[in-house]
């Protein structure tokens, strides 16, 4: 199973052997589009059923329909790490270790996810909507950053062991994928690569906070 984009580029996002079933995330969302390519590796005897039938059982089973859904997120979540300039190189295998360690956390509009000042204990990857990252000065509160779906946050306070430099909250709702601390923190001792790319993206998100501190410390002094 490939996810979507030019043949020569795409990651494996899953291999499936007999007894296993596909095809079936498209139907959890009416008029929705194939969103992986399925191919053959050998000579391949399938069962078919028409989405109908299919349809026609989840209505009168909604245990299953939810099960469907469930499905479907942690099949959207594959797609986020595939796409994740930290975790994109890990292969089939490890992709879905790393998966498999998310939990999946609703978070209503407004709502914190993490708070400033607070211990790290995880961090996080927005799955659906978007999270606006805040900060806490002398000025009040100040939007530092907008974040959306694939965005990794929350993974520089476990890699210092400082409290929380902000608060990260929902602007209008979203669902996010949180991950332990402990476990991201062993996936980096165990893959460079990813260490080293989480390490990027802590300095790089640190360039504009710092700038900011920087300008009001001026402004501040001018007065």
Known sequence: MFAAGRLDQREPLARLGPGQLFGELALAHEGARRRATVTAVTPLHTLTLRATTVLARL?????????????????????????SSVFARLDGARLQTVRQRLTPL????????????????????????????????????????????????????????APRNSTVRAVHGAL?????GAD????????????????????????????????????????
């Open 184 to 223: 991201l923190l062993e996936l980096m001792r165990n893959d460079q690569p990813v260490a080293d790319s989480l390490w990027r993206l802590t300095a790089e998100r640190a360039r504009p906070a710092q700038a900011a501190d920087r300008k009001s410390t001026r402004l501040n002094s001018s007065h």
């Open 59 to 83: 209505a009168t089973h909604p245990e299953a329909l939810a099960a469907l859904h469930s499905a479907d997120v942690q099949a959207e979540a594959s797609r986020l790490l595939t796409g």
């Open 176 to 180: 996010v994928l949180r991950m332990d």
């Open 106 to 161: 609703e978070i209503g509009p407004g709502e914190p996810v993490v708070r400033q000042g607070d211990a790290p204990d995880y961090c996080y990857i927005v799955q659906r909507g978007q999270v606006e990252v805040v900060a806490e000065g002398a000025d009040g509160p100040r939007v530092l950053a907008t974040l959306g779906p694939g965005a990794l946050f929350g993974e520089t306070a476990l890699l210092t062991g």
